[in-house]
């Protein structure tokens, strides 16, 4: 039961950045945001996928590439492509939702011989 309750805290936490996401791509490419009119959503999106990644790092099952991913959105940001870097950020939450599945779910192998 607690596997399962955790298992869909992570899934609708995976359709709310979907969903934020989506918005934040749908919007129209015409006009080139100011300096800091982005920034609220990357800062965000930063500080949940951050969240993730400490949980995940808390677990011992932090995956290889997704510091890298953090990096590189930080880049990403510097180069002025906002939209790279939310796909980036975005990635980077997924892996460590992921991570922190993996966890749940090898916490009590059950070996088979």
Known sequence: MKQRSLMQVV????AL???????V?????DAKPAAGAG??????AVAAASAEIKK??????????TGKFMKDA??????????????LV???ESQAKLAQQQA?????PDFHF
């Open 11 to 14: 899934l609708l936490g995976g």
């Open 17 to 23: 950045s979907l969903a934020a996401l989506s918005g």
């Open 25 to 29: 791509s749908c919007a129209s490419n």
């Open 39 to 44: 920034n609220a959503a990357y800062d965000a």
């Open 56 to 65: 995940a790092g808390a677990t011992g099952f932090e995956w290889r590439d």
């Open 74 to 87: 930080e880049e990403a940001v510097k180069a002025g492509d906002m939209d790279k870097a939310m796909k």
């Open 90 to 92: 975005a990635k980077a």
């Open 104 to 108: 749940v779910d090898q916490a009590n």
